[in-house]
C-alpha cells in the first residue's frame, strides 16, 4: 500500500505545502545548484523543480525536503543534459565543459562515487540498485527479501546522508 494519496489534491491544496517547502530550501538548492552549474541553468532547475513538486502533490509528504529536492533537480537536470546530448550543440566546446552548463569534473565525479561507497552496506545496495539497476522498490524489496517499507525508509537515508555530504 502506498503511502501517498490516490490522487494528487488539487494544486490550490498543494500549493500552501510546496510554498512552505520552497521557502524553506529554495535558497539551499539554489546555492547548490550555482556550484556545479552556470547560474541561468541552476534558476531554471530551482524553477523546474518547484513546478515539478506542485504538480507530484506530494509536497506535504516529503520527510527529508533537501535529498527529495536534490533527487528531482539533479534528476532535471540528467534529463537536460540527455535532451542536450541527443542535440547537436551549436555552441563550440570550452575547456572543462562539454554541454552548455554541465563540467566535466573528475574530481566531482570521483567525490560522488566516494559518497556512495561510503554509504553503510544496506543503504548503498538499495541505492545502487534503484539509481543504477533502475528496479522498483517492489522489485528491489523481493530481491533483497526485504519489506516495500524496508526500502523506502533505506532509500531515504540514503539520499539524506548523500545530501548531507553534498553540503559539506
Given at each position: 500500500m502506498s503511502k501517498f494519496p490516490a490522487s494528487p489534491p488539487a494544486p490550490e491544496e498543494e500549493s500552501p505545502a510546496a510554498d512552505i517547502l520552497f521557502r524553506g530550501h529554495a535558497a539551499w538548492l539554489r546555492s547548490m545548484l550555482r556550484r556545479r552549474f552556470e547560474p541561468d541553468l541552476a534558476e531554471d532547475l530551482v524553477q523546474d523543480t518547484y513546478l515539478r513538486v506542485i504538480g507530484s502533490g506530494r509536497a506535504a509528504d516529503i520527510r527529508h525536503p533537501r535529498a527529495f529536492l536534490w533527487r528531482v533537480a539533479a534528476n532535471l537536470a540528467a534529463d537536460m543534459g540527455r535532451r542536450q546530448s541527443r542535440r547537436p550543440s551549436a555552441e563550440p566546446m570550452r575547456d572543462g565543459v562539454t554541454e552548455p552548463g554541465f563540467p566535466a569534473d573528475?574530481?566531482?565525479?570521483?567525490?560522488?562515487?566516494?559518497?556512495?561507497l561510503d554509504l553503510p552496506e544496506p543503504l548503498r545496495q538499495v541505492?545502487?540498485?534503484?539509481?543504477v539497476g533502475g528496479l522498483t522498490y517492489e522489485s528491489i524489496a523481493r530481491h533483497l527479501n526485504i519489506s516495500v517499507k524496508t526500502v523506502e525508509w533505506r532509500m531515504s537515508k540514503a539520499l539524506a546522508r548523500c545530501a548531507e555530504r553534498l553540503e559539506d
Open positions: 573528475q574530481a566531482e565525479q570521483l567525490m560522488l562515487k566516494q559518497i556512495i541505492f545502487l540498485l534503484s539509481r
